[in-house]
T-cell receptor
Framework: DQQVKQNSPSLSVQEGRISILNCDYT??????FLWYKKYPAEGPTFLIS?????DKNEDGRFTVFLNKSAKHLSLHIVPSQPGDSAVYFC?????????????FGTGTSLTVIP | GAGVSQSPSNKVTEKGKDVELRCDPI?????LYWYRQSLGQGLEFLIY????????KSGLPSDRFSAERTGGSVSTLTIQRTQQEDSAVYLC?????????????FGPGTRLTVT
């Protein structure tokens, strides 16, 4: 059973506009969340993370929002750039309480149109 | 290099043959993970090493899959009697666990094709 879900397999956005990628999780023990970005033929690279003690974390153009009551997180990219075109994975962990295992979503392919 | 490396980058094998996939983690990273990504799927957890021991083998799909790690460094994932459903990209990641709040550094993956 998929504990982390990304229900949108793809998203297209015009350059300069906001990209919003969504992720839902089912396990209330998860308390640490990450977003990874993946280009073709490369491994995922870390983008941004958030701990459950926060509801927002910002790093430049990237902001992650966490809604614990809804078990939902989102990644906002503003402004979107063509180089942001990639597959984005969200991941969740309960830390040592979940054996240090990370659960990944199926990914959302973002295309930023110049 | 400074990153996680994996070899081979691509492997084509015939059904029924055994394959070995190698992962060199970042020096000093004590945790090592194997995942696989099948077409259209997310990253599926396979196994996790802390040092040379594997506290969590729950993700291994069958007894045809095994993994070992030696010297707290290099890890090998072995698939015996490969099947077509084993075709996937196998990704390795390493990290330094600190209080369970850490990020993983991924290698480029090995694309396995079983014909």
């Amino acid at each position: 059973d998929q504990q982390v879900k990304q229900n949108s397999p793809s998203l297209s956005v015009q350059e300069g506009r906001i990209s919003i990628l969504n992720c839902d999780y089912t396990n209330s023990m998860f308390d640490y969340f990450l977003w990874y970005k993946k280009y073709p033929a490369e491994g995922p690279t870390f983008l941004i993370s958030i701990s459950s003690i926060k509801d927002k974390n910002e790093d430049g153009r990237f902001t992650v929002f966490l809604n614990k009551s809804a078990k939902h997180l989102s990644l906002h990219i503003v402004p979107s750039q063509p180089g942001d075109s990639a597959v984005y994975f969200c991941a969740a962990s309960g830390g040592f309480n979940s054996g240090n295992q990370f659960y990944f979503g199926t990914g959302t392919s973002l295309t930023v149109i110049p | 290099g400074a990153g996680v490396s994996q070899s081979p980058s691509n492997k084509v094998t015939e059904k029924g043959k055994d394959v070995e996939l190698r992962c060199d983690p970042i020096s000093g990273h004590t945790a090592l993970y194997w995942y696989r990504q099948s077409l259209g799927q997310g990253l599926e957890f396979l196994i996790y090493f802390q040092g040379n021991s594997a506290p969590d083998k729950s993700g291994l799909p069958s007894d045809r899959f095994s993994a070992e790690r030696t010297g707290g460094s290099v890890s090998t994932l072995t698939i015996q009697r490969t099947q077509q459903e084993d075709s996937a990209v196998y990704l390795c990641a390493s990290s330094i666990p600190t209080s369970g709040r850490f990020r993983q550094y991924f290698g480029p993956g090995t694309r396995l094709t079983v014909t």
